[in-house]
């Protein structure tokens, strides 16, 4: 039962965070023309996690979001793969996806961020949010399994007593489903 709470309240936390970051993309240039300052922190608080190139941003009231397209790909497809996570995986027990599926998931991605990198090409803004939403369907497969994995390990240090939790971890060689 403790692990059920632990994953919905990283599924929850999760969702929250979410919200947060696609209201602060958004407010950023919103915000531009009455509340500057505003604007310039929301914009600044992205410039680590994104290039912020305009001619890549997807426009809101005329002015670039705070992130590009490619990272606002990544967040929405998140946010469908929390959508997601709920029918696939449930909230009864956490199981890791193979790595094998998180390569071949990433591969289209990174081989675009990667050809862009190298001049081979320079994919469109539709091209490289679509890429980047695929990718970002598969991250809370992996990311809520391991912040409830990390909840249990905190949780055994504080509470040696207690039994190992039952996280069933898949290892490389499984056939690569998301089902539980």
Same mark, same amino acid.
């Given at each position: 039962?403790?692990?059920?709470?632990?994953? =919905?309240?990283?599924?929850?936390?999760? %969702?929250?965070?979410?919200?947060?970051?696609?209201?602060?993309?958004?407010?950023?240039?919103? =915000?531009? &023309?009455?509340?500057?300052? %505003?604007?310039?922190?929301?914009?600044?608080?992205?410039?680590?996690?994104?290039?912020?190139?305009? &001619?890549?941003?997807?426009?809101?009231?005329?002015?670039?979001?705070?992130?590009?397209?490619?990272?606002? !790909?990544?967040?929405?497809?998140?946010?469908?793969?929390?959508? =997601?996570?709920?029918?696939?995986?449930?909230?009864?027990?956490?199981?890791?996806?193979?790595?094998?599926?998180?390569?071949?998931?990433?591969?289209?991605?990174?081989?675009?961020?990667? !050809?862009?990198?190298?001049?081979?090409?320079?994919?469109?803004? !539709?091209?490289?949010?679509?890429?980047?939403?695929? %990718?970002?369907?598969?991250?809370?497969?992996?990311?809520?399994?391991?912040?409830? &994995?990390?909840?249990?390990? #905190?949780?055994? &240090?504080?509470?040696?007593?207690?039994?190992?939790? #039952?996280?069933?971890?898949?290892?490389?060689?499984?056939?690569?489903? =998301?089902?539980?």
């Amino acid at each position: 039962m403790a692990q059920k709470r632990a994953i =919905l309240l990283v599924y929850a936390l999760s %969702w929250l965070g979410l919200a947060a970051l696609l209201l602060a993309v958004g407010a950023a240039p919103l =915000l531009q &023309e009455r509340y500057p300052r %505003w604007s310039a922190f929301l914009y600044s608080l992205f410039a680590p996690l994104c290039h912020q190139n305009p &001619e890549r941003c997807f426009r809101l009231d005329g002015r670039p979001l705070a992130v590009c397209a490619r990272c606002l !790909g990544v967040y929405l497809g998140f946010g469908g793969g929390l959508v =997601l996570y709920a029918f696939v995986r449930g909230f009864r027990s956490v199981r890791l996806p193979s790595r094998p599926l998180f390569l071949v998931a990433s591969a289209p991605t990174a081989v675009d961020v990667a !050809g862009n990198i190298l001049g081979f090409w320079a994919s469109p803004a !539709g091209m490289r949010f679509a890429m980047a939403a695929a %990718w970002g369907l598969i991250l809370p497969f992996f990311f809520v399994t391991g912040l409830v &994995e990390a909840l249990a390990r #905190k949780d055994l &240090e504080l509470n040696p007593s207690d039994k190992k939790p #039952k996280i069933a971890a898949r290892r490389s060689g499984s056939n690569g489903d =998301l089902g539980g």
